[in-house]
């Protein structure tokens, strides 16, 4: 049985560093859990990715023993917003920040699996939030995205230049909310070498 690594199959998984690329990102549905505070020290971090994954390699044995469809659980992703969109960019006051954890569950699996799965943790496993994640569709459309590589902090500069120099130069405006794909393990990874993509969805400007 081929095994699916849907970081090399689906649209949207690769960047360059120094690039900034407009894509067209289809619907896609996702594990979901939300929370709020900064990632270094929330316990609503840590508490929605120990329920994320149980649930995301259940789905993916399901799977493999029901569908013959082996694939590799995808990279962790994130939604980040706040009141004040300048705490990502400038004060970076990360106790300000909200979010929602996400894992990508493939095309072939609907939510009749997603339940299955479900039922397989809860009986198996204590899962700190298992009520409060969702399986929901994300609709992005076109968006700006570039690699990141370093640390989280550093982010903020190239945020900054992505929202204040590059959409408006190509002629667009932010519609929709930051989103970063975890390609490295932050557990393990130092923080010079991690690799994140940065995507901002975008529509074209308003005329003046």
């Known amino acids: ?18 690039e900034f690329s407009t894509v067209e990102i289809p619907d896609r549905r996702y594990l979901m859990i939300d929370g709020h505070g900064d990632p270094n020290t929330s316990s609503e971090f840590s508490s929605a990715v120990e329920t994320l994954y149980p649930l995301a390699y259940a789905l993916k044995f399901l799977s493999k023993r029901e569908l013959d469809r082996d694939y590799v659980v ?34 072939w699996l609907d939510a009749g699996h997603v339940g299955a799965a479900t039922e397989a943790v809860a009986g198996k496993k204590d899962v700190p939030r298992l009520g409060e994640l ?28 992505l929202h204040h120099e590059v959409i408006p130069g190509a002629g667009f ?19 010079e070498k991690l690799r994140t993509i940065l995507r901002q969805p975008v529509q074209p400007s308003a005329p003046s």
Request: hydrophobic fraction near 40%.
């Open 1 to 18: 049985m081929d095994k699916v690594d849907l970081k090399k199959t689906v649209v949207g998984f690769r960047a360059k560093s120094g």
């Open 173 to 191: 405006e932010l519609s929709g909310t930051h989103h970063e794909i975890y390609l490295s393990d932050f557990r393990r990874v130092a923080p």
């Open 74 to 107: 995808p990279p962790l992703e994130g939604l980040w917003w706040a009141e004040d969109m300048s705490v990502f960019t400038s004060a970076r006051d990360k106790s300000k920040w909200d979010f929602t954890l996400m894992l990508l569950v493939p095309d």
């Open 134 to 161: 969702r399986f929901e569709l994300l609709c992005e459309g076109t968006c700006i995205q570039t690699l990141h590589i370093g640390s989280f902090d550093a982010e903020a500069a190239v945020l900054d230049h």
